[in-house]
């Protein structure tokens, strides 16, 4: 039996080949002589560039950036044959480089994103990717811009600091991006607009540190942000708080958008990179996951293409997660064949989010070997 092994990481606890290999090695023990084909995936989110360059290979290059508070932090661009560079968000503005006392999306940045996106123009990049997601940020990428050439002003004409907050005030801009034309691309998780009940602030910004306050101030600073760069940024498109994926990264994705750049489907991106087309061909089950299975996964990350693509195929696609909460019909419709949570494995309740949180490679492997007992045409009796 042929089975593909293609999660995303588990976010906070194992990256997508530690996810992988667990799952391998309890599908191992009981059923040894299968096939597995192992193909990590990313999204746009963390891990990003680390699956990209063991799919393309090319030069890793280390480049000083800023963390979401604006702390020294080291990124890196991933440069490839074809004068592509790829560039990971959450290297600069990740969730998880915050502790949660931390997390303030009104005050956090996107300049280190900035900064690494500057690094590849100037390494010569005539195509730069950008993968969006886990971010930290709420500030549409103003941050960004900023070390990109282009400085948010107030009224005074002074420059705004660091968050989304301050872009209640916007009124102007100042300077030209220096991007020397490049192809800018955002490879997004989702495809939520910048603005309004779907938008950065209202769906994202709770699980960086806003309040239902925050959340108002900072939809009605986005909004005023945008205005200003339909306004003054020449070439930036008309609509742009309600445009796909513009919401992407705590609005980043709508920022890219200004820039004449456009959003793409990170998994899509992804998948064809590791040609997992022609892998999901060649097999007779999907296994995919990722560390919560809920609503969004449903709106452009890993699963969501991954389960699409076997649907399409006639494929039983399993998906394994720390937490399931999307419903059995909506997943079904998606093209999932079944979920398995590790909180539920572990028991359920306090006890079983704690093993989860701390056994998930114990959990993982013990799953795979379920699954094995209940697929393979080859397991042990």
């Given at each position: 039996m042929r089975v593909l092994l293609?999660?995303?990481?588990?976010?906070?606890?194992?990256?997508?080949?530690?996810?992988?290999?667990?799952?391998a090695a309890g599908w191992r023990e009981i059923a040894e002589s299968d096939e597995l084909l192992i193909r990590p995936l990313a999204d746009g989110g963390p891990g990003f560039v680390d699956v990209l360059a063991d799919a393309l290979g090319g030069q890793r290059v280390a480049v000083p950036i800023v963390d979401p508070l604006g702390r020294p932090a080291a990124g890196e661009i991933l440069l490839t044959g074809d004068g592509t560079a790829y560039v990971e968000s959450a290297q600069a503005c990740g969730l998880h480089l915050l502790t949660p006392p931390e997390r303030d999306p009104k005050a956090t940045t996107s300049f280190g994103l900035g900064l690494l996106?500057?690094?590849?123009?100037?390494?010569?990049?005539?195509r730069v990717v950008v993968g969006l997601g886990g971010s930290a940020t709420n500030d549409a990428g103003a941050g960004m811009l900023t070390a990109l050439g282009v400085t948010p002003l107030d009224g005074a004409g002074l420059a705004l600091p660091y968050g989304g907050a301050a872009l209640a005030a916007v009124a102007g801009l100042d300077g030209a991006p220096r991007l020397r034309g490049v192809d800018l691309v955002a490879a997004t998780d989702v495809d939520n607009p910048l603005l309004g009940l779907h938008g950065a602030s209202n769906v994202f910004g709770p699980q960086k540190g806003a309040d239902r306050?925050?959340?108002?101030?900072?939809?009605?600073?986005?909004e005023r942000f945008a205005m200003v760069l339909e306004r003054d940024l020449p070439g930036c498109p008309a609509s742009l708080g309600a445009l796909p994926a513009g919401g992407a990264a705590g609005g980043t994705g709508a920022a890219i958008l200004a820039l004449g750049g456009r959003c793409e489907s990170g998994i899509g991106l992804v998948t064809r990179a590791l040609g997992l087309d022609a892998a999901l061909d060649a097999v007779d089950l999907v296994i995919t996951g990722e560390g919560s299975f809920d609503h969004q996964s449903l709106r452009g990350k890993v699963v969501a293409?991954?389960?699409?693509?076997?649907?399409?195929?006639?494929?039983?696609?399993?998906?394994?997660?720390?937490?399931?909460?999307?419903?059995r019909r909506e997943a079904a419709a998606a093209g999932v064949t079944d979920a398995y949570s590790l909180v539920e494995h572990f028991g359920g309740d306090e006890r079983g989010l704690a093993e989860a949180l701390n056994r998930p490679a114990d959990g993982l492997r013990e799953l795979g070997a379920r699954l094995a007992g209940q697929w393979s045409r080859t397991r042990r009796v």
């Open positions: 293609c999660p995303d990481k588990f976010a906070g606890t194992l990256s997508a080949p530690e996810v992988a290999a667990a799952v996106v500057a690094a590849a123009v100037e390494r010569g990049a005539g306050a925050d959340v108002l101030l900072l939809d009605s600073a986005l293409g991954v389960a699409g693509a076997a649907r399409d195929r006639g494929l039983p696609c399993v998906v394994l997660a720390g937490q399931v909460s999307t419903g």
